[in-house]
């Protein structure tokens, strides 16, 4: 597994970004997925986490409804789409694979990729 985020970037509030995460592994389909991410000065937190055929999706309570997570076992990417962005929403944002779907612990997921800067400016 080896993870490649990128589609940070600046945007306005109320704007949207798509975030994609590319595993140039050969054995996507065989973990769960998750998006998490950092603040300055605050603690990894959980955003949003997919099993492994995309059929069931998991968010934490602050991007639901504004932020939808899908996958392509076929492209072996994830994505996160994010819309309404909000500057509480600025944070780098890590892709993340493990063998446990939909959990929210950053210390069950196996595999991180190097991090993505959002930046959401009021």
């Known amino acids: 597994v080896q993870l490649q985020a990128s589609g940070g970037g600046l945007v306005q509030a109320g704007g949207s970004l798509r975030l994609s995460c590319l595993d140039s592994?050969?054995?996507?389909?065989?973990?769960?997925r998750a998006w998490f991410r950092q603040a300055p000065g605050k603690e990894r937190e959980f955003v949003a986490a997919i099993n492994l055929n995309g059929g069931r999706t998991f968010y934490t309570d602050s991007v639901k409804g504004r932020f939808i997570i899908t996958r392509d076992n076929v492209k072996n990417t994830v994505d996160l789409q994010m819309n309404s962005l909000k500057p509480e929403d600025t944070a780098v944002y890590y892709c993340a694979a493990g063998t446990l779907t939909g959990s929210r612990r950053t210390n069950e997921y196996d595999f991180w990729g190097q991090g993505t800067l959002v930046t959401v400016s009021s």
């Open positions: 592994g050969r054995t996507f389909s065989n973990y769960g």
